[in-house]
Nanobody, 116 residues
Framework: EVQLVESGGGMVQPGGSLRLSCAAS????????MSWVRQPPGEGPEWIST????????NYADSVKGRFTISRDNAKNTIYLQMNSLKPEDTAVYYC?????????WGQGTQVTVSS
């Protein structure tokens, strides 16, 4: 059974930091590009970042570039999203995504709320 389980969300004040994790199982993790996607309340999904299979290539949305860092540990079948300098507009449910040309898997999401 394929599973992607996000964790690490919560409430934080503006300017604070959080580190999200996504633990994968049930598929060959090292063969999948991995991404983070978020959905703010009342809005559609927004792609945040992607890391390639080996971890040597990363891409970010302009809205998070310079503040967020994606990484992966293929030995632990886990990806991470280090989020610094958080803003209220970063409030969203954050999802991890595993994708190849033939498969597309999603986690259940973790809530991040940035508020004073």
């Amino acid at each position: 059974e394929v599973q992607l389980v996000e964790s690490g969300g919560g409430m934080v004040q503006p300017g604070g930091s959080l580190r999200l994790s996504c633990a994968a199982s049930g598929f060959t993790f090292s063969s999948y590009d991995m991404s983070w996607v978020r959905q703010p309340p009342g809005e559609g999904p927004e792609w945040i970042s992607t890391i390639n299979t080996g971890g040597g290539s990363t891409n970010y949305a302009d809205s998070v570039k310079g503040r967020f860092t994606i990484s992966r540990d293929n030995a632990k079948n886990t990806i991470y999203l280090q989020m610094n300098s958080l803003k209220p507009e970063d409030t969203a449910v954050y999802y991890c995504n595993a994708k190849t040309s033939s498969n597309d898997y999603w986690g259940q999401g973790t809530q991040v709320t940035v508020s004073s």
